[in-house]
């Protein structure tokens, strides 16, 4: 089935390896839950051998295990739980997994946008029902997060800090009451929420200003702060294990030279500390430097490798996909690409060679048809 979905949701994805751990979980289980706490947090992070499973569980989110265990514990308390950082950091996935863990279904998404309204996060009507046979609960389309509620699983709000302030007030009611009202009806007029329900919110930290959340609101959330990845090992891990699934996907047999990973790893790792000693915006790139972005990179210079080059990763081809994938404002973006190729890769490729060469040379031929 996977095979057939573009993009299969973690629960569907991970199915089979879900079906097994609930077997032999024996562990206590809050509310509804599918997995024990402990088990939702083994299918995150990977087993150990001190877990003493007959099968090896691999890691799926990198990062640490606290985060993880608080907003497991979070969720088993019955609030809200906010994941907040900036963009990349992985806090969407982390989500879907909990979702799929906990519940078996993480697509119960309401997407914040300045174009959400009420009606996404509580109900709207089937009009040609209403005009057939009136209001009635046959004709309410119940929203993500009102079947969330219903069937006492978890509802998700991506990006909540985009959405408005009618929004956002819509949801303390829920988070707080546990119930929506549904004043156009008579009878049947009021959707509890069953045990198991929560929300779990993600907002980008680089929004903070857009609608920021009200002190009501944000007593309703326990917050978890998802930190920019930072150490090498675990940055070079997860782009590594998203690699592997790109090339999976796409039937695609090709090695990533270790040299060609460390040069992104590092390009990655130049660019960000250019953009932290930066005295203004005009001086760092408008890209946020995630780790997202340096598997979109690889992504890119894979693809084109394989389909329009000699299905060999070169260095010339991840630097044009660097350059391609995150000069997007000019002359700002290709001005500081220009600076550091000159000031910080040239050097290298003079005193170390090999592949750091054709990296300045595929950065520099991109730069010259870009600008």
Same mark, same amino acid.
């Given at each position: 089935?996977?095979?057939?979905?573009?993009?299969?949701?973690?629960?569907?994805?991970?199915?089979?390896?879900?079906?097994?751990?609930?077997?032999?979980?024996?562990?206590?289980?809050?509310?509804?839950?599918?997995?024990?706490?402990?088990?939702?947090?083994?299918?995150? *992070?990977?087993?150990?051998?001190?877990?003493?499973?007959?099968?090896?569980?691999?890691?799926?989110?990198?990062?640490?295990?606290?985060? %993880?265990?608080?907003?497991?514990?979070?969720?088993?308390?019955?609030?809200?739980?906010? +994941?907040?950082?900036?963009?990349?950091?992985?806090?969407?996935?982390?989500?879907?997994?909990?979702?799929?863990?906990?519940?078996?279904?993480?697509? +119960? %998404? %309401?997407?914040?946008? /300045?174009?959400?309204?009420?009606?996404?996060?509580?109900?709207?009507?089937?009009? #040609?029902? $209403?005009?057939?046979?009136?209001?009635? =609960?046959?004709?309410?389309?119940?929203?993500?997060?009102?079947? /969330?509620?219903?069937?006492?699983?978890?509802?998700?709000?991506?990006?909540?800090?985009?959405?408005?302030?009618?929004?956002?007030? /819509?949801?303390? #009611?829920? +988070?707080?009451?546990?119930?929506?009202?549904?004043?156009?009806?008579?009878?049947?007029?009021?959707?509890?929420?069953?045990?198991?329900?929560?929300?779990?919110?993600?907002?980008?930290?680089?929004?903070?200003?857009?609608?920021?959340?009200?002190?009501?609101?944000?007593? =309703?959330?326990?917050?978890?702060?998802?930190?920019?990845?930072?150490?090498?090992?675990?940055?070079?891990?997860?782009?590594?294990?998203?690699?592997?699934?790109? *090339? !999976?996907?796409?039937?695609?047999?090709?090695? $990533?030279?270790?040299?060609?990973?460390?040069?992104?790893?590092?390009?990655?790792?130049?660019? !960000?500390?250019?953009?932290?000693?930066?005295?203004?915006?005009?001086?760092?790139?408008?890209?946020?430097?995630?780790?997202?972005?340096?598997?979109?990179?690889?992504?890119?210079?894979?693809?084109?490798?394989?389909?329009?080059?000699?299905?060999?990763? !070169?260095?010339?081809?991840?630097?044009?996909? +660097? %350059?391609?994938?995150?000069?997007?404002?000019?002359?700002?973006? *290709?001005?500081?690409?220009?600076?550091?190729?000159?000031?910080? $890769?040239?050097?290298?490729?003079?005193?170390?060679?090999?592949?750091?060469?054709?990296?300045?040379?595929?950065?520099?031929?991109?730069?010259?048809?870009? #600008?």
């Amino acid at each position: 089935m996977t095979e057939e979905l573009l993009r299969a949701p973690a629960e569907v994805k991970y199915a089979e390896e879900l079906a097994w751990l609930e077997s032999v979980d024996d562990g206590p289980k809050p509310f509804s839950w599918r997995l024990s706490p402990k088990m939702v947090r083994l299918f995150i *992070l990977g087993s150990e051998r001190a877990d003493g499973l007959d099968r090896e569980i691999g890691q799926k989110w990198f990062g640490d295990r606290s985060f %993880v265990e608080r907003a497991i514990v979070t969720l088993a308390s019955d609030r809200g739980l906010l +994941l907040i950082g900036d963009p990349g950091t992985g806090k969407s996935w982390l989500a879907e997994l909990l979702s799929a863990a906990i519940c078996r279904n993480s697509t +119960l %998404v %309401v997407q914040g946008t /300045a174009g959400t309204t009420e009606d996404h996060i509580k109900y709207s009507w089937n009009v #040609s029902m $209403v005009i057939a046979k009136g209001q009635s =609960r046959d004709s309410m389309i119940p929203s993500p997060i009102m079947t /969330a509620m219903e069937q006492g699983v978890i509802g998700r709000f991506e990006e909540l800090t985009r959405s408005t302030s009618d929004v956002q007030d /819509a949801l303390i #009611s829920i +988070l707080s009451e546990k119930y929506v009202s549904i004043p156009e009806l008579d009878d049947d007029n009021i959707v509890f929420a069953k045990p198991g329900f929560s929300i779990i919110a993600t907002a980008n930290s680089r929004d903070k200003g857009v609608n920021d959340l009200s002190s009501a609101l944000k007593r =309703r959330f326990n917050f978890v702060k998802i930190p920019v990845v930072s150490n090498k090992k675990s940055e070079t891990e997860i782009v590594r294990y998203r690699t592997e699934e790109l *090339l !999976r996907r796409h039937q695609i047999e090709l090695d $990533v030279p270790p040299t060609l990973l460390d040069i992104l790893l590092q390009s990655f790792a130049d660019l !960000r500390k250019a953009a932290a000693s930066a005295g203004s915006d005009d001086e760092k790139l408008e890209s946020a430097l995630s780790t997202a972005e340096q598997i979109g990179v690889l992504e890119d210079a894979i693809l084109h490798s394989q389909f329009f080059g000699d299905k060999t990763l !070169r260095a010339a081809t991840l630097a044009s996909s +660097l %350059v391609g994938s995150l000069v997007r404002r000019q002359p700002e973006d *290709l001005a500081i690409f220009n600076k550091y190729l000159h000031g910080v $890769v040239e050097p290298r490729a003079k005193k170390d060679g090999g592949d750091w060469d054709g990296f300045l040379d595929g950065g520099r031929q991109a730069i010259s048809t870009l #600008s």
